[in-house]
């Protein structure tokens, strides 16, 4: 059950989210990442993709990860998940049970940047997900997150950030390769794919679609199936949800940002938000 949202400020630039369930904390002096606690969640997210770099570790539960061509995998308490940017995926308690997580999201340009200082360039095209059970990453993983929620200075934070990303930036686990795609498949669903980022508030009929990829209604659901992982509708419904994550964080109103995103209502647009970011528009922004 949702509890009142809670909000402690401990710095003019620093704005820290609490809950029974969830916490959040952001600093606008460090942007490019964001950390999240979730303690006892029976939360569940939809298959979705993000724009960020994301790390996440079971503290407690068990978790399944679906995105992997062979089927789910269950991840117990102190597992980490590096999961790619844009890689469809989801980490969803084990039936009729609640667990307890933390998630980094990294700014996917920052970390290439951070990258390109140690490893090859063409290292990062088309990484997999990597699940790791090391004890050692998962305490140091621990150790960042309450240094991040905590008092210290960013620049002292930035430092433990970029230290962990390039001592545990390896191919140590069970790595999951992306899906093959057939590159003449790829090719054709990319027109559609390109209108609907180019026009994320426009409702888009399938027609539509169809006819910019030149296949039927049909064919052009099973190809993005295949391309992407989901649905052009789902597809779009996540990428509104990646909108309204930013959006949110400003001045303007929930009802502003669900008009503008092509949501029926607010209502509407907070059932989709929940099902995509696992917590309400309001709990998110605060």
């Known amino acids: ?33 964001e950390s999240r606690r979730a303690c006892q969640s029976w939360a569940c997210y939809k298959p979705h993709h993000h724009p960020t770099f994301s790390i996440g570790a079971v503290d407690e539960g068990t ?21 790619p940017a844009s890689r469809v995926h989801a980490c969803n308690p084990a039936p009729d049970t609640a667990w307890s ?3 980094l999201h990294l700014d996917a340009t920052w970390l290439q940047t951070v990258r390109q200082e140690y490893v090859r360039a063409e290292a990062m095209e088309d990484e997999p997900v990597r699940i790791v059970t090391d004890p050692v990453i998962y305490a140091r ?19 433990a950030l970029i230290e962990f990303v ?7 686990g069970l790595l999951i390769e992306r899906p093959l795609v057939p590159a003449n498949l790829a090719e054709q669903i990319q027109p559609a794919l390109d209108y609907l980022c180019a026009w994320p508030t426009v409702t888009t009929t399938l027609d539509k679609l169809a006819a910019l990829a030149g296949m039927s209604r049909y064919q052009v659901i099973r ?25 949110i964080q400003s001045e303007n109103s929930l009802a502003d940002v669900a ?3 092509g949501f029926a209502d607010q209502a509407h647009f907070q059932r989709v938000f929940k099902a995509y970011a696992g917590v309400t528009p309001g709990r998110f922004r605060a």
């Open 166 to 172: 390039e001592d545990y930036d390896s191919e140590q």
């Open 141 to 159: 993983l621990c150790r960042l997150n309450t240094l991040l929620f905590g008092e210290a200075d960013p620049i002292e934070k930035e430092v």
């Open 1 to 33: 059950m949702d509890a009142d949202l809670q909000i402690t400020t401990s710095r003019p630039y620093r704005v820290r989210q609490h809950s029974d369930a969830q916490a959040f904390w952001r600093d606008q002096s460090l942007p490019f990442v």
């Open 259 to 261: 008009q503008h995103l």
């Open 63 to 83: 978790s399944v990860f679906t995105g992997a061509a062979s089927g789910p995998v269950l991840l117990s308490p102190g597992t980490l998940v590096f999961v």
């Open 223 to 247: 190809a993005f199936r295949v391309v992407t992982g989901m649905t052009p509708h789902a597809w779009q419904l996540n990428q509104r949800v990646n909108l309204a994550k930013e959006w």
């Open 101 to 103: 997580y933390q998630m």
